[in-house]
């Protein structure tokens, strides 16, 4: 996001600054897109992604979001396996 | 900073049905049980596993499929079983963490209360640069956010 930041970049420009793999990059990208935090359009056979201008916001409650989620899995979690001794 | 000192902590109760000393070992040594890797971690895979390493000092380890392991964070207080802090960076580098604080509390009918607080945007050390950065446009605010999230985006 630092680089789509900068400008808008295709998924092999991003791949090729990160330490993961492009199906990897992909991937977040799209976790990304359902959060309505970036875009992209096809260019020939790229698919060029660039920052949502309004996703503020919605960055903000998808943190939120994270924490929220892992807790009430945590809770979940607590509640069905309270009865286990401990491992 | 401004910037950063707006940004509220993050903060989540729920009772659960039992004891602190076992609420903290749910917490600290099943979190791969737990925490939803498909979706939150570096390797985006349910074949992930995160342990933590329950010491003051201790990592807060994610190991991906293929055998690669990142730190996600540090501990930073260890007090079975009504305390654990650590330090929250997934995907970033340490001096760029934010900080999470869980604490347990004995409840009714032999029940815990668990509250998560996670905070410590404004201890980000890149101030000025971060302040520069953040006049020029997104690229600070999405960086300490996306550090915050402990949701790796890159």
Not at chain 1, 1 to 19: I, K, Q
Not at chain 2, 18 to 39: G, H, N, V, Y
Not at chain 2, 94 to 105: I, L, R
Request: proline share 7%; net charge negative.
């Amino acid at each position: 996001m630092e680089r789509l930041a900068t400008a808008p970049a295709s998924v092999g420009e991003l791949a090729e600054l990160l330490p993961i793999s492009r199906p990897a990059v992909s991937q977040h990208l799209r976790v990304l897109q359902q959060q309505g935090l970036v875009s992209h359009r096809s260019a020939g056979t790229r698919n060029i992604y660039r920052l949502e201008a309004d996703g503020l916001a919605t960055l903000r409650h998808w943190i939120d979001d994270i924490w929220s989620t892992a807790f009430d899995h945590y809770v979940e979690y607590a509640t069905t396996h309270s009865e286990e001794t401990s491992s | 900073m401004t910037a950063t000192s707006s940004i509220a902590p993050l903060v989540k109760t729920a009772t659960v049905p039992c004891p602190p000393e076992r609420a903290f070992d749910l917490f600290t040594q099943q979190i791969s049980a737990w925490w939803p890797l498909a979706t939150h971690s570096v390797g985006l895979s349910p074949d992930c596993r995160v342990e933590m390493d329950g010491r003051v000092g201790g990592h807060i380890t994610e190991t991906l499929p293929d055998g690669a392991t990142t730190s996600w964070g540090t501990l930073t207080a260890w007090e079975p079983p009504s305390r654990v802090a650590f330090t929250w960076h997934p995907g970033r580098d340490p001096d760029e963490a934010t900080e999470v604080q869980v604490v347990f509390k004995p409840a009714a009918d032999s029940g815990t209360v668990v509250t998560l607080v996670h905070g410590g945007w404004s201890a980000r050390p890149d101030g000025a640069a971060a302040r520069r950065n953040y006049e020029a446009g997104w690229d600070p605010v999405l960086t300490r956010l996306r550090s915050a999230a402990g949701v790796p985006t890159r």
